[in-house]
């Protein structure tokens, strides 16, 4: 029979490595983020599997720190527009942003190989982990940031020449 002691031990280097993965991303500090997440797992006392529930209690507390993250105030963001400067409403506002998104979606297929796949697995709304994509691609889980990288690289390349070009 494992005791409580037993697991928080055979638990730490696990979680120790989840909150640096995910920590960074956050721009949170990892110690902060593990502290955080033992205090979870040790108020919760849920049935189930260690290690999933080390992995999404991490990722909870990711998203709870990205909620409380307080936003400075800024009074020159608020000052009035230069006279004679247009000023967009809210409508031609969502507009534009909606037709940055179909462009960036549009060049994102034109990327070579499995790029497309990937990056559209990335900004997925679910929020998945580097283990769920790599699971849905059939790729390494290693290979995931490096190939995520030249794909973006490439996909700069892509937004830049088209910027560029008339």
């Known amino acids: 029979m494992t005791t409580q002691s037993d ?55 990711v998203r709870a720190a990205l909620r409380r993250r307080e936003v400075l105030y800024d009074p020159t963001a608020e000052a009035a527009p230069a006279p004679g400067a247009r000023v967009d409403s809210g409508v031609e506002q969502a507009v534009l942003a909606a037709e940055s998104r179909r462009e960036l979606r549009a060049a994102i297929r034109r990327l070579p190989g499995r790029c497309p796949r990937l ?30 990288s030249r794909c973006l690289g490439c996909l700069r390349r892509m937004l830049m020449a088209e910027i560029a070009a008339p």
Not at 28 to 42: N, Y
């Open 7 to 61: 697991l928080l031990t055979r638990l730490a280097p696990l979680l120790k490595a989840e909150c640096a993965a995910e920590a960074h991303s956050a721009g949170l500090d990892a110690a902060d983020l593990e502290q955080s997440v033992w205090v979870r797992l040790l108020s919760e006392r849920r049935a189930g599997e260690p290690a999933a529930r080390l992995a999404a209690a991490v990722r909870a507390e």
């Open 119 to 148: 990056i559209f697995a990335l900004l997925s709304g679910h929020d998945p982990t580097y283990r769920e994509i790599a699971g849905k691609l059939g790729m390494s889980q290693g290979s995931l940031g490096p190939v995520r």
